[in-house]
């Protein structure tokens, strides 16, 4: 099942774009499956998983945080992660910039956009980032290295909807590499198991599957 999965989404996906296999809410067993396949990216979403997982397995792989992140959990978080994609907030680089510091690391991270039509969705709104850039903020994060932009479109069967609230954040990505000066702001990471192929045509760098690889969530555990 599983190397099959990955099979497919690897035939269909450039060689361009990255993989992340969003790991979160299964078995450490079922990412060292995907280890041993040759994935060395996951997303995780809470961050005792995390930890938890990171105890157990291969100290190479590459861990993207995904989930909400709150200020106490980044202290748990910044350790582990390559990098994480879900900062929603300047209260949020405040603190990463403190716990990256504290471990003398720089720490990758991507600001997520809210493109989606749920209320309940988090992320910068497109004048906060774009003032943020102009601005020059990040110049506040010595280690924090600004990676991109990361986006989760609104839950829906509706396509057109999809390709649009991509389009948005490929407009912002394209607006901000073009006057930005920080050579790191290279990725965009949108795609999930459902819209992975639209967001391919939206220029992804990053996409995050994690059903289509690992089959349903189960939220009881
Ligand atoms: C859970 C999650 C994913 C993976 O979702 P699937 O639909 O299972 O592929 C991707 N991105 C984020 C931010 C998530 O929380």
Not at 34 to 39: F, H, P
Not at 176 to 197: Q, V, W
Request: glycine share 4%; aromatic share 8%; proline share 3%.
């Amino acid at each position: 099942m599983l190397a099959s999965n990955i099979k497919e989404i690897r035939a269909h996906l450039p060689k361009h774009i990255q993989l992340v296999c969003v790991s979160k809410f299964h078995p450490a067993e079922m990412i060292a499956e995907a280890y041993a396949l040759g994935e060395r990216d996951f997303g995780e979403s809470r961050a005792q998983e995390l930890t938890t997982k990171v105890d157990v397995l291969p100290k190479d792989i590459r861990w993207h945080f995904i989930g909400p992140l709150q200020s106490n959990k980044v202290k748990y978080v910044v350790p582990h992660a390559y990098m994480i994609q879900s900062v929603e907030s300047e209260k949020l680089l405040v603190e990463i910039e403190k716990q990256a510091s504290k471990h003398q690391k720089i720490q990758k991270v991507l600001l997520e956009i809210h493109i989606a039509q749920e209320t309940t969705k988090h992320g910068f709104s497109e004048e906060e980032v774009t003032q943020f850039f102009k601005e020059k903020q990040w110049e506040h994060y010595p280690h924090v290295e600004i990676c991109g932009l990361m986006g989760i479109a609104t839950l829906t069967d509706d396509s057109e909807n999809t390709k649009k609230e991509f389009a948005k954040i490929h407009n912002i990505f394209d607006n901000i590499k073009k006057s930005t000066p920080l050579d790191s702001f290279t990725e965009l990471s949108i795609g999930m198991s459902n819209d992975y192929s639209l967001a391919i045509d939206e220029g992804a760098t990053i996409v995050r599957i994690g059903s289509a690889i690992f089959g349903q969530r189960d939220y009881s555990k």
